[in-house]
């Protein structure tokens, strides 16, 4: 049974620092990555989705990263803001079903 | 495209009542999901269409629980009746296959009293 992890739980930084995030996932044989964002009382907004056969993923200040070997994902953000605040989830793809395993999620807080 | 609509946002009712939350997924997305968000347990999926027909329904904790999809442009999740264990924030999402990410809804917030 897969299982996802994401550490820390949550995470509390200055702003214009840069972050990782961490995911790790107990059976490396995926399909696909995907985090989100998750603001309070709100739903789940896609950052990135990473394909098995892909390395990493860029948008703008966001890196993510795969390593199905080892059974990691990072989530890189550069230059952090207080807009970035919000908890950031990790989802796998175990398989070619579409479903989704959701880790417990990080909870970030970038300061002013 | 509006994106994933969920109704109602909010709803509180008493604990034996019969409680239906309604989708729309997005147009043209093959794959819809129902998940529950709670605190000490996160996100936890309860069942997944493909094509209108359930999948996977073994996320789904109870008899009391039942969904359907009559039709590509519309799911409903059915609790009855309700507890007050039930109280959680109920979303859906959609996809267009699997290799595609999932777009969710803004969830519905269930609490039963």
């Known amino acids: 049974k897969q299982e996802v992890t994401q550490i820390p739980a949550a995470l509390s930084v200055p702003e214009g620092e840069n972050l990782v995030l961490n995911c790790s996932f107990t059976?490396?044989?995926?399909?696909?990555l995907q985090w989100f964002r998750q603001d309070p009382g709100k739903g789940l907004t896609s950052l990135l989705l990473?394909?098995?056969?892909?390395r990493e993923q860029t948008s703008g200040r966001l890196n993510a990263s795969l390593d199905k070997s080892s059974g990691r994902s990072t989530l890189y953000i550069a230059a952090s803001q207080p807009g970035d605040s919000a908890t950031y989830l990790c989802?796998?793809?175990?398989?070619?079903?579409?479903?989704?395993?959701f880790g417990q999620g990080t909870t970030l807080q970038v300061k002013p | 495209d509006a994106g994933v609509i969920q109704s109602p946002r909010h709803e509180v009712t008493e604990m034996g009542q019969e409680v239906t939350l309604r989708c729309k997924p997005i147009s043209g997305h093959d794959y819809l999901f129902w998940y529950r968000q709670t605190m000490m347990r996160g996100l936890e999926l309860l069942i997944y269409?493909?094509?209108?027909?359930?999948?996977?329904d073994s996320g789904m904790p109870e008899d009391r629980f039942s969904a359907k999809m009559p039709n590509a442009s519309f799911s409903t999740l059915k609790i009855q009746p309700s507890e007050p264990r039930d109280s959680a924030v109920y979303f859906c999402a959609s996809s267009f296959s699997e290799n595609y990410g999932y777009t969710f809804g803004s969830g519905t917030r269930l609490t039963v009293v």
């Open positions: 269409f493909n094509n209108n027909v359930p999948i996977d």
């Open positions: 059976d490396s044989a995926i399909y696909n």
């Open positions: 989802a796998v793809g175990s398989s070619n079903t579409g479903k989704l395993i």
């Open positions: 990473i394909q098995s056969s892909q």
